[in-house]
């Protein structure tokens, strides 16, 4: 069974910097996309950086430039480097990543997700 566990979240000021880091099992399948999102209360999951399946990186309007995606070359490890946070990044942040499952035919896209970590950006 995959397990995604990240960790890092936590109360920081208005202008500091928090990493996350998300720790992926492995399954034997294949990495198709690997990414970071977030919610906030009361609004829906939004994109904050992924990996996608060519290894570039996109990343939500909001953190372009003020966030930094990476990952080991085992991609068992991700990070997120957010600096200059504001408070409007408060939520609780996910790690997902997408598998390509072939023991299907033909094969499917298997999609799991971390527990979640808190960020809560306030003075």
């Known amino acids: 069974q995959v397990q995604l566990v990240e960790s890092g979240g936590g109360l920081v000021q208005p202008g500091g910097s928090l990493r996350l880091s998300c720790v992926v099992s492995?399954?034997?399948?294949?990495?198709?996309?690997m990414g970071w999102y977030r919610q906030a209360p009361g609004k829906q999951r939004e994109l904050v950086a992924v990996?996608?399946?060519?290894?570039?990186?996109k990343y939500g309007n909001s953190v372009a430039g003020r966030f930094t995606i990476s990952r080991d070359n085992a991609k068992s490890t991700m990070n997120l480097q957010m600096d200059s946070l504001k408070p409007e990044d408060t939520a609780t942040y996910y790690c997902n990543v997408e598998f390509i499952n072939t023991d299907t035919d033909p094969a499917t896209m298997d999609d799991f997700w971390g527990q979640g970590t808190l960020v809560n950006v306030s003075s």
């Open positions: 492995e399954n034997g399948f294949v990495i198709n996309t």
């Open positions: 990996f996608t399946k060519d290894d570039s990186t």
